[in-house]
Structure formats: C-alpha cells, structure tokens
C-alpha cells in the first residue's frame, strides 16, 4: 500500500550524503504529510505499478541484494519478513489470495505450502545456473513438482545445525561426536533453538549415524531419540527462541557448545576467534531456503524472473552475508565474488581431510536436509520435544 | 526530620532502586557507542559506527517513517475516542458501566501474541490485515484504555457545576462540550495524547503480525534482532530512549501534575 | 399577590429521588421584582427546588410558570432563569470578561453589542478594572460578582442564587449583601435566594419562605416570621426562641392561660385555640429578663443557672426550669448570680405567641 | 450547605442533557472494541475448536483439542507443569515487584521533599519508555557469566564470588520485575498520596512510633493499591514469554525445577507445529486462568476497599 514510494526511497538513496539531523526531520515531515494519503488509498488496485511481493525470512530485503533486479527490471519489491515457518504459512493464509508474488520457504515447509496450493510448480529449463549448483541441490528432493522437470522451489541459502562451539572449552575432536555433549563437563552449557525439528533430527542421527532419512524413522528409533534427548537434558542450560540469545551466551560463556550451527561465523567476524562449527562424524541436519512461486500471483513473470535472478552467484554471495545472517550458497561458483578471508570465514576453501573438496562440500555429504516427521504425526514428535523440556 | 534514620533508609532504598531501573539503559547508550560487536567486556573502545550504519541504510529510517504515520494517527483517534467515551462515563451513570470498563482494559491484560493471531485472523477475512492501516486499527484499540484513564481522571477533577454553568446560561449541550469541557479536559488530552503515542510506539508484538510490506519500527528493529547480532539495535534503543526522554519531558509538565491532583482549576 | 402580576408560579411541586421525596406539593407565587429567601436546614429540599426551578432537575410531577407560561418542559438552556452557584461555577479556562460574556456568545449576537453589553455589567458589578483577568487569580469577592455578571448579562427574568455568599467572610458577606438588594432593586428583577443563614435571609428577603423536609412551612414577610412563627419548626429554627409545650387551660378576653409543665403561662392573643388544645408557647431569648422583686404574678419562670456564655455585646443565660425545660436568656447586662444558683426569670405575656401544635 | 441527599449526584439527574449524547458519545468506543478486540478474540476462541487437515485449519465445532491438551497435561506436552512453573513464577514476581515498588513509592511519598517527588516519581518510570526487548538484552549482557556484574565483580577482585542467575527464573522474575516496576510505582504512589496525610500525623501524636503509624494507618489503607498493584503483576506476568525466554532461557530453573513458563511453551508450540486450532485452544486456557487469577485480585481488592471503608 504504498503509495508513495519515491519518498523512502529518495530519503535512503541520501542518506549517506546528509546529515543525520536533516534526515530526522524530512522523514518525520514527510511522514506527516504522507498521513492522509496513506490512509485514504488503502486498496491495492488503486495502484499504477504493481511491485514485486515477497514473503521472506530476514536478509533477502536489504539492499544488496535486490537492488540491482530493482534497476533491472525497473520495479519495486516489497517484503514481508518472517521468522519461522508457521508465521510464513499464517501470513500467507490471512492475507488475500494475490498478496504474495514469491515466497521464500523451507524446504520441508513447501509441503504444507503446496496442500495449502499456494505455491505451483515451474519448469527448471532456462535456470542455466543449476549447473553450478552442488549436486546435492539439483536433485530437489523435497520440493521436487509431479512431473519431470518441474519443481515447487530452487534452493538460494542454506546452512547447517551442527554444533557451533567455544574452542577453549571443547576440542574440534570432540564437536566431531554427538555423545561428547553428555560429557559432565558439560552440564548446564549447551544451549539449544527450541524448535523440535532440527533437535530430533540430529538426535535421530546421533542414535542411527549415517541415516540418509533421519525424519523417516521407526517408532522404536523414535523411542532411542527420546532417550538420547533424556540423556542430554541435563546438559542443556538454555533454550534460544533465536540465535541472539545462543551467541550472546555463548559469547558470555553462560555455554560452551551449541548444536544451533555457525554461529562461529557471526562470533568471528565480531573478533572473537575462540569459537568454530563442525558436524559431528554421525550427520547433522541442514536447512535449506527454496523460493517459490505463488499460484495467485497475478505478476508470475516477475516473480520467475525473481527466482532467476536469486540462483545467480553474485547475488547469493550477497545473501548469504547479510546482516541478518550468515550462511552458505547452493551455488557453487559465489567463491568468485568473494574475497580470502570470506571465503575461509564461510568455509568455501580445500578440506585437508578430503582432498579435492571444498569444506563446505564434505559439510554438505556429512549433513541431511531437514525434514517432516514421515512416519509419525508431528506432535508426537513435538510432545517428545516438550517432554524433554519439561524433563 | 534530619537525622531520621527511616527517612535515610527510604532515601538508600531509592537510590538502588534508580541504580536498578537505570543499569540496563545505562548498558544500552554504553555499547551503542563501543566498537564490541557483542555488548559485553571488555570494552573495545568508543565509536559512532553502529550510528553511521544504522542511518547509512535506509530500512530502519523508513520503519521510523512507517511508524511516524501510524502512531500519531492511532494516538489521535484514541485520544478522541476517549475522551467521548470518558466524558459519558463520567456524566452519566447506566446498567453495565463497570463491565464496559473492564472490557475497555481488557485488551491490555490479554497477551499480546494471542491478540495479535486473533487480529491476524480477522482482518484477514476482511482484507484489512498486511497494510498500516491495519496496524492503525489495532493500536486504537490498545492504546484506548490507557488514554480513556488519563481523561478521565482530568474530567473528574471537573466540577459537575462547570457543565451546569454553561446550560444554565443558554448553551446546549454540544456548545458545552466544546466550550467548557473540552477546554477544561484540554490537558488530559494531552497527556492521553502522548502516553498512547508511546505505547503505539513502542508496541511491536501485534504490529508484527497485523504489519505488511511496510513495518513500524519496532518491527524492523525485531526482524534484525532475532535474526542478527548488530549493535546499532543499541543504537536505536539510545535514539527511541531519547525520543521518549522528550515525550517525557511533555509528560513532566503535563501528565504528572494531572495524576497527583495538583491542577491549577478552581475549588 | 395574583398570577397575572407574578413572576413564578409553582403549582405542586413534587421532586422524588427513587423513594425519598426531596420536594413535596410545594406552591408558591413569587412577584415581578421580589426578593425571596429559601431557608431551611440541610437536606430540607431548597437547593432541589431551586434546581427546579432552573431547569436542571425535572419536577416528578406539577407545573412550573414563568410570566404565565408553563415551563415545566422547558430544558434548561432555554429558560429566562439564570443561577448562581455557592461555588461560583467559573469557567478557569476564560479571563473574567470571557466569563461575563459566555451568555452573550452563544448566540448570534453582534460582537460590539456583546462588548457594550458586558462593560456595562461590569460597571454595574464593580468589575471593570479585572476584565483581563485569570479566574484564579480573583478573590472570593470578585468572584462571587463574576458569576453574579455572567448570570445578569443575559438579561434574566429571574435570578436564582444557592448560597452565594457562604465561602465569604463575615465582613465582605455583609458588604455583598447589600450589594445584592441594591443590584436587585435597580434591576426590578426577581430574585430566588436560597440560604441556611437566617441573619442573611431575613435582612435582604422581602419574604422568607422556611422549609423542612421537602415541604413550605411557611411564607412570610422577615419580621412577620420573627414575632409570629406559625409551626413548631419555624420557631425552633428561626431565631433564639424557646418553646414550652402546654395544653389551653382558660380563655380570657385577649389572653389565654396555658398549663404547661413547669406551670402556668399567659399569652396575649387574638385567635385562641379551644380550650384542652395542644399548643407552643414561643418566647424569643431577648424577651426574657430577671423577675423584678416581688413580682407575684404570671409567666414567672423559676429556674437554676446552668451556664453562661459572653457573646460580645450580650451576655447569653442558661437556666434550667424546675421541669428541667431548657430555657435560653441573652441581656446585655451581666446577672449577679453564680452557676448552680436558682434565678427567676419572667416575660410579659404581650411578648409570648401561641402555635397550634399536634393535635 | 447543601446536604448529599438534596444535592443528588447530578449524573442522575433529567435534564435536557441526559440523552442523546450518551449513546453518540459511547457508540465510537463501544463500536471498535466490538468490532476490533471482541470479534478476534471470539474468533480465536473459536478456532480453538476446529481441526487441522493436511496442514489446514478446518471450521469444526470439536472438543479435541481440548481433550488432547487435558489428556496430556500432565504426561506427554506437560501442559500442566509449565503452567504450575508459569503460576509459581508469576506469583512470586507479582509478590516481590508489589513489596518492592512499594517500598520505592513510599520513599517518594516521605522521604523526598515535596517539590522534589515529582522529579523522583519521573525518573523511577523513566526506563517505561525504552524497548522491553532490547532492556531484556541489556539485562542479559548484566547478568551473564562474563557480563558487566561478574566483570565488575572481577575487576575489583572479588573474583570467588559470582553471580550465576542468568537462565534461571530468578532472571526470568528480574526482567518481569523491571518491566513491571514503572507502572506499580505509579500505581502505589497515587494510592500512597490518597491517604490523608492528617490520619499520620494524628497517630503520631496519639503516640504511635513512626513504624507503628505505618504499620497500623499507611499499610491498610494503602491496601487497595496493593491488591490492584499486585494482581496486575501476576496478569502481566502470566502472559509474558520475552523475559521468560531471553533472561530464563526458555526453561529457567526456579525451585520447581527447570521448566519453561506456559506462554514460553504457547509461543513455541505455535511457531513449532501447523495446528494453530491447538494454539487456540491453549491460549483460551491461558486466557480462562487469566481470568480466574484477575477474580481472586478483584474480590481481594474489593475486600480490602471495603476494609478501608
């Protein structure tokens, strides 16, 4: 509903040039007189030039990143950040049909999307980037459409849930095994993201290494998870709603270890150089972003090309380095756009353990994209979550 | 009185109660100004990066703008409301006042993250939800009762003779309203008129999820938090600190003396 | 006094508050340019009626006129009455001028019309040198003729007051009294005084109407409810008036003989009650004075001295009678006789009123 | 003077005035509540008795969510223990947030000079306007191992002590207690100045000592404020999941045990799984609870006005 585009716009574009007490005032003035006509156009149709819509995690917004297909396609796009896939699937079902253009899922959230048949599938010919992809991103596993060649989402970022940990207190042979964090020593300094998902994952891969299928699993693996849950319960000092709070504790030293991911990265890059990540030797879960494209959107081109302009190296090399987060790209040839020390920072350099591979690909072969429980209802799994919690 | 030892131990009490409620701003403004990226010690040394960065990008600044639309607007429309509402409750008396009352509190009491998917769900169904507008609605609701108390407690002050006055000396009821008891109300509202601009302004939960491509700035401020570790969120809790050291500044001079009674209306 | 000639005219006045009835069936004529005082003790129904009167309290039942028209359904902002509140009732938000004018302003009047209007109300008030000025920078005084002008300004056809002078001290009371009858009389408008001070009352009214408990007991000229009060109330109420129950024992030509219990008294009267009625007999304070030596004769009243308080110019005796009938003397001179002591005071009968009593 | 039953409360009174501007005047506010905070919420109560399908909330008028929710209370979700965790914390914090603040608005009231207690009253409910969140980050940076307390701690060579509270419900209850403060301080201090200064000075001089006259004229007629000031606390404190999750660590130790509060487990059971019938419906029982404990505060209350007489 904006109406009045240019002036944001033309307030951020000189922003660097002016002073900060100049700026206060002209956006405070011109939010002033933006007031009524904000408000008396409310709907969408009154629009000229319909923008680009996207409903995304954090990071796809900031300039970097979408400002070139901006003045490439001499358009606007507008995004709705959420956190969390439940919000994005209340987001997309409270608003009308037709709000959304694109959508940034996770994957294993493209199947609620696609029951809810929000999102359709599209032809992967003509996404000539694919070919730079890792292999473990070109087969599509999750999102892959009902037939050949189509799919409901190609990956942009992904990282991984191993565990991120503080080097003074734990050694990279013992981040490199899942049974170290019940050692006592470790008693109340593991944090954990309390989300079920990636917890029970990796708990399925640390009672059943290896597994290629970690969510789909027997009601007696699921009986080992839980104990190997129980197990750790002690362990665990803190529960993160987000990775703030993991990296701030882990920064204070309220704990040592986290099976949260790379939050070694943001710690590095903040100077402190005590911190690295690893996945342990049984398999770790990793997270993936695809985007997609919505079945109401009346801007589907737009969004096509949006979802083109997002498999582009350049412009992954810029998401995965965002302010909001830090990650790793699908495509493989972002290295070219970065410098030694990004690239050592977000692990793209040779493996001495793997010769002939990059760390970021022996990361990619030891991890398992996170999934739905296949076998199970989700609150069974959720239920055992709580239970542990409240062990 | 001097020398009195509980009049010394209140002072003492006092005194750590400030240095309670003033430490965790005293750590915002502080690492809002040091080159540490994660606030803790030891300190790194001063810098105005996280300043220069927050003002180099334009999405918090737009959020500020967003923000300024919406909480004028809603306190505005509060403010009126209340004090309609305010001047009937305190004129008239009727069957269900007091329950009236407490659904006007009501809103605040409910926590805001179940509030905020009930309003996501409604307005949805009438394609309000995802615009400022939206954003506007809600907050009226919130930020009403907070508003509506401040009002009131100014229109109980009034004399039920003042209003007479008027009628008595020919005026109806609508020239008394804005003759008499509106001038008279005028610093209650006010003072109404700021608490509900900052309660609007600071108000995030609900925004987040009644919001839609253009976010208020508490909402941008939570999409970088939860996602990032950036020190120029201290920097803009120093700036929205210092706004509201301004609207308290209003408050001093208007609200306070409302809420302890000492007005300067007559007998 | 007739109703062609009458400003108000109240035609069974009744005012119920739920159960409790505030004002009962009250009727009364008040004529163009009277002064009449409402006196009463707390509760007794003036200030409801006079809420009536204005408009801002609906009568249960009865008919209101004003100049022969029934105004009864009249809301109050288009009546000709006007109030003055005993808390002045200011607008603090409005100098002393905006006050006065407020009247004027509701309506479609001519600026410089309202302006010539409002000086010279002010001159009349003795205002016109605070026009500019803050409400709450005004004394009581200056106030009190602030809502005296804001309510005379618009040119009533009567003036209510609700104990306009009450929050002044003695001195500047005594002042605006007389201030008020003056303002009163050069206007020739009505005026509806309502006080609980009977020194105020009976030095401005024309008339003084005396209520108690939401009814009229009586209506009479000042001097007239001073010597002759007609119920038991308005004696007790109305001055320092001490009352002995007693039932008429004879008749005589002009005097009656009443048996009281302390014994017996005789009262000049032309209108007796039947001998065996219960009646009052009223002696005010003042009439009272030592029995001369060797009085024999009636309306002797031996007593013992109680107390005494000195009021200034009078001096006021506490006797207590053989009955143990209290009884209240006031002289100026001092009474050579020490408390505890027996005293006889007496009265001439010329001096003693007779009221009806029960039954 | 006019008595109280010849001057009635004139708000009852007939006048030209009564009427239309009593329904015009509430009509605005009663309209957007109805509308804009009856509806939702009545909507979001009803969804609690949906179902989900495939991922989909389907309109359904059924009890299982509920049944599922009870079912389990104790057992598998551990509804229950949260909630006793949730009730346990919130009691205490309302407890120690009410003696607190009171104890800072009766040094405003006594032991401030006059023309100072304005400034003093301003400056405790100064840190009101500044983001919940980010003061919850702040105190976090406060208490944590390395944070500014230990820091300081260290510097000035205490090194053997240490404070180890963060993610415990004890700093769950800090940052409750300083979000809470600003407004219970207004809340005492208004009903602190409301008592007659004369009844002190009275007991005073009837010999009472200062402590007595607090004990037996400020306490119980400060009462009311106390039982408004306190049951508000609990309320606020309840529905809180933000101090909860960042200071507690989202299953804070408290002598209970390490449990996460209720709204701590809403908030993650909603953005954890599709079913927000289920969020709903544990919402509604918040709410239920919410009101039950807002009852207790209001009979308490009244019980204490009716005390003061």
Not at chain 1, 373 to 388: R, T, V
Not at chain 2, 65 to 76: E, K, L, Q, R
Not at chain 3, 15 to 24: E, G, I, L, P, Q
Not at chain 3, 28 to 50: D, N, Y
């Amino acid at each position: 509903m904006t109406n009045k585009p240019q002036l944001p716009k033309a307030t951020s574009s000189k922003s660097s040039s002016i002073s900060r007490r100049m700026l206060l005032g002209s956006a405070a003035a011109g939010a002033a007189a933006t007031t009524f006509g904000n408000f008396t156009i409310l709907s969408r149709q009154a629009q000229a030039a319909e923008p680009l819509r996207v409903l995304c995690w954090p990071g796809y917004e900031e300039k970097d990143v979408i400002a070139e297909f901006e003045d490439l396609h001499k358009t606007k796009v507008e995004f709705k950040i959420y956190i969390g896939g439940e919000q994005m699937l209340q987001f997309f079902a409270q608003t009308a049909p037709g709000t959304f253009d694109a959508i940034i899922s996770d994957a294993e959230y493209v199947q609620k999307l696609k029951a809810n048949k929000t999102i359709e599938a599209y032809k992967t010919d003509g996404f000539a980037e694919l070919a730079n992809y890792h292999p473990k991103f070109r087969d599509f596993a999750p999102t892959k459409g009902e037939t050949a060649g189509t799919v409901y989402g190609i990956p942009t970022r992904f990282s991984f849930y191993g565990i991120s940990y503080n080097t003074d207190e734990m050694s990279a042979e013992q981040a490199g095994d899942w049974n170290s964090l019940l050692d006592k020593k470790y008693a109340g300094k593991i944090g954990m993201f309390d989300w079920y998902l990636p917890n029970l994952g990796n708990a399925s891969l640390a009672v059943d290494p290896g597994n290629q299928t970690p969510y789909a699993i027997t009601d007696d693996q699921l009986k080992k998870v839980k104990e190997f849950l129980t197990k750790l319960r002690p362990q665990i000092g803190m529960f993160g709603s987000s990775n703030q709070p993991i990296a701030q504790a882990m920064l204070a030293g309220d704990i040592f270890a986290s099976p949260t991911g790379d939050l070694d990265i943001d710690l590095k890059l903040a100077g402190y150089d005590n911190f690295s990540s690893t996945i342990p030797k049984q398999g770790g879960i990793r997270w993936q972003e695809v985007a997609c494209v919505c079945s109401a959107s009346k801007n589907k081109d737009l969004a096509m090309e949006w979802v083109k302009y997002m498999t582009s190296p350049k412009v992954q090399s810029k998401l995965v380095y965002t302010k909001a987060f830090k990650a790793r790209g699908p495509n493989m040839k972002i290295v070219d756009y970065w410098d030694a020390d990004q690239k050592k920072l977000l692990s793209y350099v040779p493996d001495p353990a793997n010769p002939g591979k990059m760390l970021v690909e022996t990361l990619i072969d030891r991890s398992m994209p996170r999934g739905l429980p296949a076998n199970q209802p989700e609150q069974a799994w959720i239920d055992i979550f709580n239970e542990f919690k409240t062990a | 009185m001097r020398g009195n030892p509980w009049i010394f131990a209140g002072r003492l009490w006092l005194g750590l109660a400030y240095a309670f409620m003033f430490l965790p701003l005293v750590v915002l403004v502080l690492f809002s100004f040091q080159k540490n990226r994660f606030p803790g010690f030891p300190l790194q040394g001063w810098t105005l990066q996280w300043y220069d960065k927050l003002f180099s990008d334009g999405t918090l600044l737009n959020a500020l703008g967003n923000t300024m639309i919406v909480s004028p607007a809603a306190a505005t429309i509060a403010t009126a409301i209340a004090f309609f509402a305010a001047y009937a409750f305190n004129r008239f008396a009727f069957r269900g006042k007091t329950a009236f009352l407490a659904l006007v509190t009501l809103p605040i009491l409910i926590p805001p993250l179940i509030l905020g998917v009930g309003f996501l769900g409604l307005l949805a169904r009438i394609h309000l939800s995802g615009t400022l507008f939206a954003v506007f609605l809600t907050h009226v609701v919130l930020i009403t009762a907070p508003a509506l108390a401040i009002i009131q407690l100014r229109l109980s002050q009034m004399p039920v003779s003042l209003e007479e006055a008027a009628w008595d000396l020919g005026a109806t009821e609508w020239q008394t309203v804005k003759k008499v008891v509106l001038p008279f109300a005028l610093p209650g509202i006010f003072g109404a008129w700021l608490l509900a601009f900052t309660f609007s302004f600071d108000e995030f939960i609900i925004a987040w999820f009644v919001s839609g491509f253009q976010p208020t700035l508490p909402v941008a401020i939570y999409s970088v938090l939860v996602a990032a570790i950036d020190p120029s969120l201290n920097a803009i809790g120093t700036i929205v600190f210092g706004i509201s050291c301004l609207v308290l500044i209003g408050l001093e001079l208007v609200l306070l003396p409302l809420l302890l009674g000492k007005s300067e209306n007559q007998s | 006094m007739t109703a062609a000639t009458a400003d108000l005219e109240l035609l069974s006045i009744t005012k119920n508050f739920n159960s409790f009835v505030a004002v009962d069936s009250v009727n009364l004529k008040v004529g163009r340019g009277e002064f009449v005082a409402i006196m009463g003790p707390s509760g007794c129904g003036k200030t409801t009626l006079l809420r009536i009167l204005a408009g801002l309290e609906t009568a249960s039942s009865g008919q209101l006129y004003i100049s022969g028209k029934d105004v009864s359904d009249v809301p109050v902002n288009l009546r000709s009455t006007r109030l003055v509140w005993q808390n002045y009732a200011l607008f603090p938000h409005l100098d002393v001028g905006g006050n006065i004018a407020f009247g004027l302003t509701l309506k479609p009047y001519d600026k410089a019309v309202v302006a010539g209007k409002v000086k010279a109300m002010a001159e009349l008030v003795g205002l016109s040198d605070f026009m500019g000025r803050k409400i709450s920078q005004l004394s009581g005084g200056q106030k009190q003729r602030v809502a005296l002008a804001r309510a005379l300004v618009t040119e009533p056809e009567i003036l209510l007051l609700d104990e306009p002078l009450s929050a002044l001290d003695a001195h500047l009371r005594i002042r605006m009294q007389g201030e008020l009858r003056r303002i009163q009389r050069q206007l020739g408008m009505a005026f509806i005084y309502v006080t609980h001070n009977q020194v105020e009352a009976f030095s401005m009214a024309d008339r003084v109407v005396v209520m108690n408990k939401g009814r009229i007991e009586q209506i009479d000229a000042p001097e007239e409810m001073y010597a002759r009060p007609k119920t038991e109330f308005v004696a007790r109420f109305v001055g320092t008036n001490n009352l002995f129950t007693g039932r008429i024992q004879e008749i005589g030509h002009d005097r009656v003989i009443v048996h009281c219990a302390h014994g017996q008294v005789v009262v000049m009267t032309d209108d007796p009650p039947p001998v065996g009625a219960s009646v009052f007999v009223v002696v005010q304070a003042d009439k009272l004075t030592p029995a001369p030596i060797g009085l024999a004769g009636e309306n002797r009243l031996d007593a013992t001295l109680r107390g005494r308080e000195y009021a200034g110019s009078h001096n006021i005796y506490l006797l207590d009678l053989v009955d143990g009938t209290e009884v209240k003397m006031t002289m100026p001179q001092i009474l050579p006789v020490e408390i505890n002591r027996p005293v006889t005071a007496w009265f001439s009968p010329q001096n003693a009123a007779l009221i009806r009593g029960a039954a | 003077m006019s008595s109280i039953d010849e001057a009635p409360p004139s708000r009852r009174m007939r006048t030209p005035n009564d009427s239309p501007l009593k329904v015009w005047f509430l009509a605005p506010l009663g309209l957007w509540l109805i509308l804009l905070f009856l509806l939702p919420l009545l909507f979001l109560l009803w969804i609690g008795f949906w179902r989900v399908e495939n991922f989909q909330a389907i309109p359904d008028f059924s009890l299982s969510n509920y049944t599922d929710i009870f079912a389990s209370f104790f057992s598998k979700s551990r509804y229950g223990l949260a909630m006793i965790q949730s009730l346990w914390v919130a009691i205490t914090t309302a407890f120690f947030a009410t003696i607190l603040s009171y104890m800072v608005a009766l040094s405003i009231a006594f032991a401030v000079p006059a023309r100072w207690q304005r400034l003093a009253l301003l400056l405790a409910i100064a840190p009101f306007w500044s983001s919940y969140v980010l003061r919850l980050y702040a105190w976090q940076t406060i208490l944590s191992r390395n944070g500014v307390i230990n820091s300081i701690m260290r510097l000035v060579g205490l090194s053997d002590y240490r404070i180890d509270i963060i993610y415990t419900q004890i700093a769950t209850r800090i940052g409750l207690i300083h979000y809470l403060a600003p407004i219970l301080i207004v809340i005492l201090y208004v009903s602190i100045l409301a008592i007659d200064r004369v009844l002190i000075e009275a007991a005073r001089e009837l010999g009472c000592t200062r402590w007595q006259a607090f004990t037996r004229v400020v306490l119980p007629l400060s009462r009311f404020g106390l039982m408004t000031a306190g049951s508000f606390a609990v309320i606020v404190s309840l529905g809180d999941a933000l101090s909860g999750n960042l200071l507690g660590g989202g299953a804070g130790t408290s002598i209970i045990g390490k449990l996460p509060t209720y709204a701590s487990m809403i908030m993650s059971d909603y953005s954890s799984s599709t079913n927000l019938p289920r969020t709903s419906a544990l919402a509604t029982i918040l709410i239920a609870v919410m009101v039950l404990a807002l009852a207790v505060g209001f009979v308490l209350a009244d019980r204490a006005r009716r005390r003061i007489g």
